[in-house]
């Protein structure tokens, strides 16, 4: 199974600052990563996907890059509404796997 | 739109089962794949497997092969799971999820369910 390894687990920011998330996979997974947001009591709500692609309505702060191993979900002028917990999750083979999840707080 | 509402929350004695629904609306159940997700607070969260509702293929993580049972009924466009044995291991909030894309092609999620929480205990 490929290993999803997903830092900080946890994240304290102040509106308006930019904040980074990242994943490292076990092996390449071909930019076949998604990143997901998910509220207390909420399912999870699709951000990213294919690494860098933003999905419809999902506000244009929220960015995915990189390749091979290594990816990152950055957040520009962090906004209230955005605390919440991320997850990456790749798909580019069975069984599909989660990162452990970070929780983002406001300082 | 799509939309994908699944059954109410369940209360579990050990060594008991349970069939959770989920009932797709805004688009037919037999084409796409749905997939079921396993979220344990302390744990995140685990792919449990996918049901193609076209034919009944269906494909499982190693881990829950002997734990969770896909099925679905395209008459009422709903898919199921039902688990079976369950320990307090099984306490979790359970979610079916479509993918993007139709067919068997690598998939990200954007539709979830709301979830269905399952309680196990005596």
């Known amino acids: 199974d490929i290993q999803m390894t997903q830092s900080p687990a946890s994240l304290s920011a102040s509106l308006g600052e930019t904040v980074t998330i990242e994943c490292r996979a076990s092996e390449d997974i071909y930019n076949g990563l998604a990143w997901y947001q998910q509220k207390p009591g909420k399912s999870p709500q699709l951000l990213i996907y294919n690494a860098n692609s933003l999905h419809t309505g999902v506000p244009s702060r929220f960015s995915g890059s990189g390749s091979g191993t290594q990816y990152s979900l950055k957040i520009n002028s962090l906004q209230s509404e955005d605390v919440a917990s991320y997850f990456c999750?790749?798909?580019?083979?069975?069984?599909?796997?989660f990162g452990a999840g970070t929780k983002l707080e406001l300082k | 739109e799509v939309q994908l509402q699944q059954s109410g929350p369940e209360l579990r004695r050990p060594g008991s089962s349970v069939k959770l629904s989920c009932k797709a609306s805004g688009y037919s159940i037999t084409d796409y794949l749905m997939h079921w997700v396993k979220h344990r607070p302390e744990h995140g969260l685990e792919w449990i497997g996918w049901?193609?509702?076209?034919?009944?293929?269906?494909k499982y993580a190693q881990k829950f092969q002997s734990k969770a049972t896909l099925t679905a009924d395209t008459s009422s466009n709903t898919a199921y799971m039902q688990l079976s044995s369950l320990t307090s291991e099984d306490t979790a909030t359970y979610f079916c999820?479509?993918?993007?894309?139709?067919?068997?092609?690598?998939?990200?999620?954007?539709?979830w369910g709301q979830g269905t929480l399952v309680t196990v205990s005596s």
């Open positions: 049901i193609d509702p076209e034919d009944g293929e269906t």
């Open positions: 999750q790749q798909y580019y083979n069975y069984p599909y796997t």
């Open positions: 999820a479509r993918g993007q894309l139709p067919g068997y092609n690598p998939n990200w999620f954007a539709y």
